[in-house]
């Protein structure tokens, strides 16, 4: 069983930043895996934010391209979310999946853009 936890979420105002992490209990980040950032505001369906593959391929959802930057450290079995010039409506509970065979989740961190 791999146990994933997320971190770095709060209160940031419009045009700040912040980082996510997302830490995983043990080493599946690196071989056949596919790790991605999830947001759910509310009201809303969960949606893709961003992908990172095994092999260092990204992908992300337009809204975000250009804000936001996923990248992982195998060493430290931890992927990341970069998000820059936040908007109020990026604001939702962000969850981290790892697919490799199997999907794993995190329970989430809450991102709030506020003034």
């Known amino acids: 069983q791999v146990q994933l936890v997320e971190s770095g979420g709060g209160l940031v105002q419009p045009g700040g930043s912040l980082r996510l992490s997302c830490a995983a209990s043990r080493s599946i980040f690196s071989i056949n895996a596919i790790v991605g950032w999830y947001r759910q505001a509310p009201g809303k369906q969960r949606e893709l934010v961003a992908t990172i593959t095994s092999g260092g391929n990204t992908n992300y959802a337009d809204s975000v391209k250009g804000r936001f930057t996923i990248s992982r450290d195998n060493a430290k079995n931890t992927v990341y979310l970069q998000m820059n010039s936040l908007k109020p409506e990026d604001t939702a509970v962000y969850y981290c999946?790892?697919?490799?065979?199997?999907?794993?989740w995190g329970r989430g961190t809450q991102v709030t853009v506020s003034s």
């Open positions: 999946r790892a697919t490799r065979g199997i999907d794993y």
